[in-house]
């Protein structure tokens, strides 16, 4: 940058600091939190309410709001008190694990309540937190003493997931190995493991445990030999005899246990077989996660393939999809197999298959649309804590196959599939840390599309993708500075150590460059006096072909901020009327954002739904996709059905399946569309719509018998199907 450059861009920092462009009007006095459309308060009062329904609704929206719901401790831990209740003490018990640590002093002192369903549910959210939980150490290391067994258990199960950060408590832990009760010591031993690595004096605990009468007390030492791996080999006699109890349950864990510590794969394999024929589905669903962990094993991937196609119950085929996506696995698994879990009536199987395949060999041009359809399906979903109970949480391990499958999808060949595995591992979220190096590198890459999902997975990821960000900050290649910058932003305040980079970042040759660093500086600090101007200066550039990202950035700030801030709508309307598309457009989305009218916004899409850009029509038609019932949004979403290029469609897709119940009688319209594509596309979006598509499902079954289409018969019978199994 010239100095005559640097010094118009601090003259105008100076200039739009002040009272014009970029100054913020008086501060409104701070809103009480909402979720779900009601206030925290709201929720709060509903925990204290008789029907049931209303306190499960609470419990649902707090466990969402997370430490933002800090002022909700009190009647959270209230609900323990309820004795008649105790099927909801674990969503309790989950909200105020997900509160995190401004929840510690308040369970610390419940720990000492005279009830102990109080105790024994505020230990289960203690260990729900795990390592942030730290603070609570004490308090849990004198309930190891605590009068009731439940509570002695718990409170050493919340030892075992703060590991090595409850240290302090490793000399009750010892004490709790000689406890009078059987569960309790199979906890200490656990947490003994976990918080202070000794095994010496636990395994022998363990092993006499697999001897217990009851099978969960076996079970639970089981699956606490496994986790030691060889150093529980002095219990090696003990769980080959565990191999012949009558205990369907404990057998799968016992021969889950034996591998994992002896690798004896001849004494397994048989037992982990009848295991996927057991009458209980939750011994099946064990068994094949026991076979997950033996990927190298081909009779194990037999077996699960077949369960994959065969078993009855959605769990356990979600777990066999889950073990399939294993790299080394899903190397022996015939395509046909996952192309059919693409087809299961269960969204986590169908996401798991789809992961599966893009971690294999396989050819994916058949199934591209699918896999692509699913993935989307997901990682576009809005309600993040519920899919990722849907589809994470119940596979134990699964994560780290996930992304391993998943940054393997990153090398795609094509763009589209490389973009959703990108947007997939942004779903996984913290946990998909090992794919940092993955997607550090694709921020290099060519393709503006896939850099920004990667710059976004890297935001979700959080702060332990935060060092690789900041380093690829400095990095020679301009691709990779914009795209880490954009990263930084994704992560928001966590990302607030990147801001002198950032701030530097704003004398950039590369006006992209610096228009994401500027952006970033908004998402992580909220320093729009300074970015504000950075971005209305490329803006004003008419030759600079990064306008678009400026005017993209100045619409996100002009929606997002609280004072609104002065010149920015002016900025906003003016634009709309630019002579560059991609300029309109984003004018277009912040105007929508920040108005919510429709009548300003829809004309002006209209036009942007046929442009020639690829960039554009994707962007007017995610903007309509957030119109709701809009007649005339849903008829443009309708006619992108046909749109040339599969991201436009599947955009358009996810804006239908968005419309909501008041939108049902407008979808069900289109069904008598010309095109079969949008024929399908329809019927599609209804059937993900689920319960709410109740009302489409006499036209869709007509439709169905009348159809002459094929791919537009099946998609409407699928649709059926679907909106009666959620009925």
């Not at 048989?270 to 996660?289: C, D, I, M, W």
């Not at 085929?317 to 996952?338: I, Y």
């Not at 678009?548 to 901020?561: F, R, T």
């Not at 897709?653 to 049902?664: C, E, I, M, S, W």
Request: charged share 25%.
């Amino acid at each position: 940058m010239s100095k005559v450059a640097g010094a118009c861009l601090g003259l105008a920092i100076l200039c739009f600091g002040g009272a014009g462009l970029g100054a913020q009007d008086k501060k409104e006095p701070a809103k009480e939190p909402t979720y779900r459309g009601k206030a925290l308060s709201t929720w709060i009062k509903a925990l204290e309410g008789k029907g049931l329904g209303g306190r499960l609704e609470g419990l649902t929206a707090l466990r969402e709001a997370g430490p933002e719901a800090k002022a909700a401790v009190p009647a959270l831990i209230n609900v323990f008190r309820d004795k008649d209740t105790v099927f909801i003490h674990p969503l309790a018990a989950s909200a105020l694990g997900r509160i995190g640590p401004v929840a510690v002093p308040g369970l610390s002192a419940a720990l000492k309540d005279k009830q102990s369903l109080v105790r024994s549910g505020s230990a289960l959210a203690l260990s729900l937190m795990g390592p942030a939980a730290k603070g609570a150490t004490p308090a849990l290391a004198v309930a190891l003493e605590d009068a009731e067994p439940p509570v002695r258990t718990s409170a050493a199960a919340a030892l075992a997931q703060i590991g090595p950060g409850a240290r302090g408590a490793l000399p009750a832990l010892r004490k709790a190995l000689k406890d009078v009760d059987v569960a309790v010591r199979v906890e200490a031993a656990d947490a003994l493991w976990k918080v202070g690595a000794e095994s010496k004096e636990s395994v022998p605990v363990l092993a006499a445990a697999l001897k217990d009468k009851s099978p969960d007390v076996a079970g639970r030492a089981a699956e606490v030999l496994g986790s030691l791996g060889p150093l529980a080999k002095g219990a090696l006699p003990e769980l080959r005899a565990a191999l012949a109890v009558k205990d369907g349950r404990t057998r799968v864990l016992a021969a889950d246990a034996l591998w994992k510590v002896g690798r004896d794969a001849g004494a397994v394999l048989p037992v982990l077989g009848r295991g996927l024929a057991e009458e209980e589905a939750s011994t099946r669903a064990l068994a094949a996660r026991a076979l997950g962990g033996m990927p190298s094993e081909g009779k194990a991937v037999t077996l699960l393939t077949r369960a994959l196609t065969e078993d009855k119950d959605g769990r356990v085929r979600v777990e066999t999809a889950c073990a399939l996506a294993d790299r080394e696995a899903v190397k022996s698994v015939p395509a046909k197999a996952l192309l059919g879990g693409l087809r299961d009536a269960e969204l986590a199987v169908r996401w798991w298959s789809a992961v599966a395949l893009l971690g294999s060999e396989h050819d994916l041009k058949s199934a591209e649309d699918d896999v692509v359809a699913t993935l989307r399906t997901v990682s576009g979903e809005n309600d993040r804590a519920g899919m990722t109970a849907l589809i994470l949480e119940p596979v134990g391990p699964g994560k780290a196959r996930a992304v391993a499958a998943l940054s393997a999808g990153l090398q795609a060949r094509r763009v589209r599939l490389r973009v959703e595995s990108a947007r997939a591992l942004g779903f996984v979220g913290a946990d998909a840390g090992a794919a940092v190096p993955a997607l550090i590198q694709v921020l290099g890459g060519n393709d503006k599309f896939v850099r920004r999902a990667a710059a976004e997975a890297l935001g979700q990821i959080g702060p332990a993708a935060l060092p690789a960000v900041s380093k690829a900050l400095g990095f020679r290649s301009e691709l990779a500075r914009e795209g880490a910058a954009r990263a930084a932003g994704a992560m928001g305040p966590s990302a607030k150590a990147a801001l002198p980079a950032l701030k530097r970042l704003l004398k950039d040759p590369e006006s992209a460059v610096r228009t994401q660093a500027a952006l970033a500086l908004w998402h992580v600090g909220r320093q729009a006096e300074l970015a504000v101007p950075v971005m209305h200066l490329v803006l004003k550039d008419v030759d600079n072909k990064d306008r678009w990202e400026a005017m993209e950035g100045l619409s996100i700030i002009a929606a997002e901020a609280r004072p609104p801030i002065r010149g920015l709508a002016e900025v906003l309307l003016g634009a709309v009327k630019d002579r560059e598309a991609r300029v309109r457009v984003f004018a277009a989305r912040g105007l929508w954002r920040r108005t919510r009218e429709e009548r300003v916004v829809v004309p002006l899409l209209r036009e942007a739904v046929t442009d020639r850009d690829v960039l554009v029509r994707q962007t007017a038609v995610e903007v309509l996709g957030e119109l709701g019932a809009e007649p005339r949004a849903v008829a443009l979403l309708a006619s992108a059905l046909e749109d040339r290029v599969p991201e436009v469609r599947t955009t358009a897709l996810d804006g239908l399946a968005r419309v909501g119940p008041d939108g049902v009688a407008l979808l069900v319209r289109e069904l008598k569309n010309r095109s079969a594509r949008v024929r399908a596309g329809v019927a599609t979006a209804l059937g993900r719509m689920g319960p709410a598509a109740k009302e489409a499902l006499p036209e869709l079954a007509k439709a169905a018998k009348g159809e002459k289409e094929p791919a537009a018969r099946k998609a409407m019978e699928a649709a059926v199907a679907k909106i009666r199994a959620k009925e």
